[in-house]
């Protein structure tokens, strides 16, 4: 299939790969136990020796930190434990001198209850202006709707009432997530001029693009209808990996209005500023609407991410996202981890029908770790070869696997809270990252604000630096050769292969092969070996693959 292009050539994430710094967990250069800008400032060489075209950086804004950042109560500043805007313009420059792009994290379905905005919604009282601009409905006795909390329980809060009035009593507020993320109403004209002031101020810093959180959320249906799914999405069924987030909150047509406004926004200052949506939505030709000319960029393959080691439905989920893609003209992005699901390392440790949707902690069935990581490491290999974008989740590049055995009382995402600690939730995938093999301390200082397994030094990139075989290594090469033979611009075409399992792939001058079988495949032909993931030899007539295992061939 060829990739049908967009005129514009300024289009850098056309083939980009990005890297998601977490910077709560990323590096910390003053033992606080968290991470700063100042250590991300100090990694932009690692992070260019590691071939990386952009980094997408997770919230560093002023917040109470309820839900990792993710709540935000000032965009236009930085959080002063990760350091100061002079720091942040520091970073882009930086970044800038070796050629890396910078994106950042835009949370506009909800902010904090700390923000000014809800403060004085709380303070102003019932029909409001400064309550309108979040959703606040009047209902006495049960909340106005039966919607749930994306993190558990009621997603209404109730309102203190200010005085003893009647008028004042019964008032409750949306929020999706967190009682301390009440849900902004969209329909507020203040609401859009916050965000298109927030794109033009960090425009102005330099920011070239933004990976836009919640992107299927902003809208509601009118009337806020119950949720016919139920109101408990651990319990009524979401926990099944190939479903996506539906329901009277998500994915409405309304949501696309703003993102038509927001490139309109970005084009005063040139087509080469980006939006990435965070949009978990069904079926791929819905998520496609979102990355039409007009709107965004890109959005990331999540049916990527969720499809596992199972080899028929991956390719399936290939071919529909470059269709998809293909159809509107943008880029499909390959996505394997982020900071919301558990390491590919640990997921594909697993039997590919076990779902990881609720963590792993102490006391659940643990994943191969042997097995976890050749397999991720062969799936990584085969994603870095498609055409198109490809997302590295911090740590992956050290072959960090989840953290599994978290006592359960240091966890400090919501969700273990919130389903009375059913749900353990996304701590695991967080944990600071090993840059130093010191046993006692890896580069947090002594008390990482996650706990940091005891085995942890065994990751740490100082030791991998210098070891031919390191996974951090391998990171490199594969992102050197996928440069060298441009295989992000590149074409996709199937090989037949006479298993099923045994995927192989055209892409220009590169046959991509992974062997998803518990058996050594041979691939016919005359081919010298790029890369490969694990054993890899030549054999009379072809290359020998062993179980588990990709490799790139020319
Ligand atoms: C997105 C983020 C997630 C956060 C949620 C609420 O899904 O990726 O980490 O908890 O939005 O902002």
């Given at each position: 299939?060829?990739?049908?292009?967009?005129?514009?050539?300024?289009?850098?994430?056309?083939?980009?790969?990005?890297?998601?710094?977490?910077?709560?967990?990323?590096?910390?250069?003053?033992?606080?136990?968290?991470?700063?800008l100042?250590?991300?400032?100090?990694?932009?060489?690692?992070?260019?020796?590691?071939?990386?075209?952009?980094?997408?950086?997770?919230?560093?804004?002023?917040?109470?930190?309820?839900?990792?950042?993710?709540?935000?109560?000032?965009?236009f500043d930085i959080?002063?434990?990760?350091g100061s805007l002079d720091e942040a313009r520091e970073l882009?420059?930086?970044?800038?001198?070796?050629?890396?792009?910078?994106?950042?994290?835009?949370?506009?379905?909800?902010?904090?209850?700390?923000?000014?905005?809800?403060?004085?919604?709380?303070?102003?009282?019932?029909?409001?202006?400064?309550?309108?601009?979040?959703?606040?409905?009047?209902?006495?006795?049960?909340?106005?709707?039966?919607?749930?909390?994306?993190?558990?329980?009621?997603?209404?809060?109730?309102?203190?009432?200010?005085?003893?009035?009647?008028?004042?009593?019964?008032?409750?507020?949306?929020?999706?997530?967190?009682?301390?993320?009440?849900?902004?109403?969209?329909?507020?004209?203040?609401?859009?001029?916050?965000?298109?002031?927030?794109?033009?101020f960090?425009?102005?810093l330099?920011?070239?693009?933004?990976?836009?959180?919640?992107?299927?959320?902003?809208?509601?249906?009118?009337?806020?209808?119950?949720?016919?799914?139920?109101?408990?999405?651990?319990?009524?069924?979401?926990?099944?990996?190939?479903?996506?987030?539906?329901?009277?909150?998500?994915?409405?047509?309304?949501?696309?209005?703003?993102?038509?406004?927001?490139?309109?926004?970005?084009?005063?200052?040139?087509?080469?500023?980006?939006?990435?949506?965070?949009?978990?939505?069904?079926?791929?030709?819905?998520?496609?609407?979102?990355?039409?000319?007009?709107?965004?960029?890109?959005?990331?393959?999540?049916?990527?991410?969720?499809?596992?080691?199972?080899?028929?439905?991956?390719?399936?989920?290939?071919?529909?996202?470059?269709?998809?893609?293909?159809?509107?003209?943008?880029?499909?992005?390959?996505?394997?981890?982020?900071?919301?699901?558990?390491?590919?390392?640990?997921?594909?440790?697993?039997?590919?029908?076990?779902?990881?949707?609720?963590?792993?902690?102490?006391?659940?069935?643990?994943?191969?770790?042997?097995?976890?990581?050749?397999?991720?490491?062969?799936?990584?290999?085969?994603?870095?070869?498609?055409?198109?974008?490809?997302?590295?989740?911090?740590?992956?590049?050290?072959?960090?696997?989840?953290?599994?055995?978290?006592?359960?009382?240091?966890?400090?995402?919501?969700?273990?809270?919130?389903?009375?600690?059913?749900?353990?939730?996304?701590?695991?995938?967080?944990?600071?990252?090993?840059?130093?093999?010191?046993?006692?301390?890896?580069?947090?200082?002594?008390?990482?604000?996650?706990?940091?397994?005891?085995?942890?030094?065994?990751?740490?990139?100082?030791?991998?630096?210098?070891?031919?075989?390191?996974?951090?290594?391998?990171?490199?090469?594969?992102?050197?050769?996928?440069?060298?033979?441009?295989?992000?611009?590149?074409?996709?075409?199937?090989?037949?292969?006479?298993?099923?399992?045994?995927?192989?792939?055209?892409?220009?001058?590169?046959?991509?092969?992974?062997?998803?079988?518990?058996?050594?495949?041979?691939?016919?032909?005359?081919?010298?070996?790029?890369?490969?993931?694990?054993?890899?030899?030549?054999?009379?007539?072809?290359?020998?693959?062993?179980?588990?295992?990709?490799?790139?061939?020319?």
């Amino acid at each position: 299939m060829n990739m049908v292009m967009r005129s514009d050539l300024d289009q850098w994430w056309r083939n980009a790969v990005i890297y998601q710094v977490y910077p709560r967990s990323f590096n910390d250069t003053n033992g606080d136990g968290l991470g700063d800008l100042a250590g991300i400032i100090e990694k932009i060489d690692y992070l260019h020796e590691l071939g990386v075209d952009a980094i997408w950086i997770s919230p560093f804004y002023p917040s109470p930190q309820a839900d990792a950042g993710y709540d935000v109560a000032d965009y236009f500043d930085i959080n002063p434990e990760y350091g100061s805007l002079d720091e942040a313009r520091e970073l882009i420059s930086r970044a800038h001198a070796v050629g890396m792009k910078v994106i950042i994290d835009v949370v506009p379905n909800h902010s904090s209850d700390q923000h000014e905005w809800f403060q004085e919604a709380l303070r102003a009282g019932h029909d409001s202006p400064e309550r309108a601009r979040y959703i606040f409905r009047h209902s006495v006795g049960e909340p106005p709707n039966n919607w749930g909390s994306m993190f558990g329980g009621p997603a209404w809060s109730k309102v203190e009432p200010l005085t003893g009035r009647e008028e004042d009593r019964d008032w409750w507020y949306l929020h999706l997530f967190a009682p301390e993320q009440p849900d902004f109403d969209w329909n507020n004209a203040d609401v859009h001029q916050l965000f298109t002031d927030y794109l033009r101020f960090w425009c102005d810093l330099g920011v070239d693009g933004f990976r836009v959180d919640v992107a299927h959320g902003l809208v509601k249906a009118d009337g806020l209808p119950d949720d016919l799914r139920g109101s408990d999405r651990w319990v009524d069924g979401d926990r099944d990996p190939d479903v996506f987030d539906s329901g009277p909150m998500f994915d409405q047509d309304g949501v696309h209005e703003i993102y038509r406004e927001w490139r309109n926004v970005l084009n005063e200052y040139g087509r080469d500023r980006m939006l990435v949506a965070e949009a978990w939505v069904d079926p791929p030709s819905r998520g496609a609407l979102y990355v039409r000319e007009e709107e965004m960029s890109q959005a990331f393959n999540f049916d990527y991410l969720k499809c596992g080691w199972r080899p028929a439905r991956l390719r399936t989920i290939i071919d529909q996202t470059l269709r998809e893609m293909n159809n509107v003209g943008a880029p499909v992005t390959w996505v394997l981890s982020n900071h919301d699901v558990v390491r590919h390392t640990s997921r594909f440790g697993f039997d590919p029908e076990h779902s990881t949707e609720a963590g792993i902690g102490l006391g659940d069935p643990q994943p191969d770790r042997e097995l976890g990581l050749r397999r991720g490491l062969a799936m990584t290999l085969f994603t870095f070869g498609l055409p198109g974008s490809v997302y590295i989740y911090q740590g992956e590049e050290l072959g960090l696997p989840e953290v599994t055995d978290m006592p359960d009382d240091a966890r400090q995402d919501p969700t273990w809270l919130r389903t009375g600690y059913q749900v353990r939730g996304r701590d695991g995938c967080r944990v600071p990252l090993p840059w130093k093999a010191n046993p006692a301390d890896t580069g947090f200082g002594a008390h990482p604000w996650l706990p940091q397994p005891a085995d942890w030094h065994e990751f740490a990139a100082e030791r991998q630096e210098d070891d031919p075989q390191s996974v951090l290594n391998f990171y490199r090469a594969m992102t050197a050769r996928r440069r060298h033979y441009d295989l992000g611009h590149g074409d996709f075409e199937w090989v037949a292969y006479d298993n099923n399992e045994v995927l192989v792939v055209r892409n220009g001058k590169i046959t991509l092969a992974l062997n998803m079988t518990s058996e050594p495949a041979v691939i016919p032909g005359q081919y010298s070996i790029v890369i490969a993931s694990g054993t890899c030899d030549h054999v009379s007539g072809g290359v020998e693959l062993a179980a588990n295992t990709a490799a790139w061939l020319s």
